[in-house]
T-cell receptor, first 114, second 112 residues
Framework: AQSVTQPDIHITVSEGASLELRCNYSYGATPYLFWYVQSPGQGLQLLLKYFSGDTLVQGIKGFEAEFKRSQSSFNLRKPSVHWSDAAEYFC????????????FGTGTRLQVFP | DTAVSQTPKYLVTQMGNDKSIKCEQN?????MYWYKQDSKKFLKIMFSYNNKELIINETVPNRFSPKSPDKAHLNLHINSLELGDSAVYFCASSPRNGNIQYFGAGTRLSVL
């Protein structure tokens, strides 16, 4: 069965520092990959997605993610974190373009210190 | 205008009661979903509907009954509420032939 693992439950960084959030997936073929962000008390907002093509994808709010097939990973990065980036981040996978089912990781909570 | 809106935002109720959560999307999407987020923040799909037709039912207890009066609305009715139903319920929608899901702000259900 497909699964998504986010190894880091909680990460703390200083404002201005770089950030990398890890995501590993389990699926035999190339999946469709997503990163969502959930701010406190809010719904989920799509940051970026990977369907095919260039393995480095750019998203909103200065985030990017890199798909590495050999490592079954889709890590999220940001070169300089802002205090407003403090939120819960979810990696998700879909097994086909038209599938209705997103499988989410357990999330990583990001805390940002001034 | 809010793209995917859920009401109510908070719902506090007693065990054994029946309650409903409403969801509406104004994006013209064909597919709508309900997800449950538990206390550990784990998100799991419950149902999806495509143009009022049930597509996914992820072994959810039959106390949960989704209803889609039209493709812009997907309501969730829960009978005989139990303590374990306490969670945040998210509605989402996506276009036909597309895989990007747009989420509502969630309904926090607390069963006492």
């Amino acid at each position: 069965a497909q699964s998504v693992t986010q190894p880091d439950i909680h990460i703390t960084v200083s404002e201005g520092a770089s950030l990398e959030l890890r995501c590993n997936y389990s699926y035999g073929a190339t999946p469709y990959l997503f990163w969502y962000v959930q701010s406190p008390g809010q719904g989920l907002q799509l940051l970026l997605k990977y369907f095919s093509g260039d393995t480095l994808v750019q998203g909103i709010k200065g985030f990017e993610a890199e798909f590495k097939r050999s490592q079954s990973s889709f890590n999220l990065r940001k070169p300089s974190v802002h205090w407003s980036d403090a939120a819960e981040y979810f990696c998700a996978v879909a097994i086909s373009y038209n599938t209705d089912k997103l499988i989410f990781g357990t999330g990583t909570r990001l805390q940002v210190f001034p | 205008d809010t793209a995917v809106s859920q009401t109510p935002k908070y719902l506090v109720t007693q065990m054994g009661n029946d309650k409903s959560i409403k969801c509406e999307q104004n994006l013209g999407h064909d597919t709508m979903y309900w997800y449950k987020q538990d206390s550990k923040k784990f998100l799991k799909i419950m149902f999806s509907y495509n143009n009022k037709e049930l597509i996914i039912n992820e072994t959810v207890p039959n106390r949960f009954s989704p209803k889609s009066p039209d493709k812009a609305h997907l309501n969730l009715h829960i009978n005989s509420l139990e303590l374990g139903d306490s969670a945040v319920y998210f509605c989402a929608s996506s276009p036909r032939n597309g895989n990007i899901q747009y989420f509502g702000a969630g309904t926090r259900l607390s069963v006492l």
